[in-house]
């Protein structure tokens, strides 16, 4: 079974500048996430899709991060503009289903750096 | 709402020690307990999932405990090795829409 599969895995950007990580979930998992992890924290979570609906985007910094899941698959995250805290791994994870017992699996992540 | 802590933050033992890292949680309503490893610059995988009807887990060299009632689960490893290094986070679901983490143990093995 083929893992999550993330890009870029590094990108270096200036503040105000603009940027965009792409998640493939493994095969039949409807449930995909995306979480932040800043150095030295935990992961956090950003939003949770079901399928190609919004779950839940409560932690998502809605002035400057967007992200979609159009088809149901593959799901994108962006940044405009980045700020200097941004700067973290984005982990995308996905699982079979939305439930509490689910069990997630994450992919390496990409980690961005913003100066 | 629900807060996970991992204490110690770090920790360096010299191969073959036996050591325990531990994880604490306030909501003691939880479906379930994962412990995780990550590697520097990658993500994470997941080692041992604990159902709340559980009282522990095995893989390997690997023991993971939960006590729901007190709010606490450890992690057990056996005989370290140099390969263990890594930052060993936990995790409980929460809310049916999230999980919370720690912010992890970075564990060190010498050789």
């Known amino acids: 079974e083929a893992g999550v599969a993330q890009s870029p895995r590094y990108k270096i950007i200036e503040k105000r500048q603009s940027v965009a990580f792409w998640c493939n979930p493994i095969?039949?998992?409807?449930?995909l996430y995306w979480y932040q992890q800043i150095l030295g924290q935990g992961p956090k979570l950003l939003i949770q899709?079901?399928?190609?609906?919004?779950?839940?985007d409560s932690q998502l910094p809605k002035d400057r991060f967007s992200a979609e899941r159009l088809k149901g698959v593959d799901s994108t995250l962006k940044i405009q503009p980045a700020k200097l805290e941004d700067s973290a791994v984005y982990l995308c994870?996905?699982?079979?289903?939305?439930?509490?017992?689910?069990?997630?699996?994450f992919g390496a992540g990409s980690r961005l750096t913003v100066l | 709402k629900q807060e996970v802590t991992q204490i110690p933050a770090a920790l360096s033992v010299p191969e073959g020690e036996n050591l325990v890292l531990n994880c604490s949680f306030t909501d003691s309503a939880i479906y379930n307990l994962q412990w995780f490893r990550q590697d520097p610059g990658k993500g994470l995988t997941s080692l041992l999932l604990i159902q709340s009807s559980q009282r522990e887990q095995t893989s390997g060299r690997l023991n993971a405990s939960l006590d729901k009632s007190s709010g606490r689960s450890t992690l057990y490893i056996a005989a370290s090795q140099p390969g263990d290094s890594a930052t060993y986070l936990c995790?409980?679901?929460?809310?049916?829409?999230?999980?919370?983490f720690g912010a992890g143990t970075r564990l060190t093995v010498k050789p």
């Open positions: 095969s039949g998992h409807a449930t």
């Open positions: 899709f079901q399928n190609n609906g919004v779950v839940d």
């Open positions: 994870a996905s699982s079979l289903a939305l439930q509490g017992a689910n069990v997630l699996t």
């Open positions: 995790a409980v679901p929460y809310n049916n829409n999230d999980m919370r």
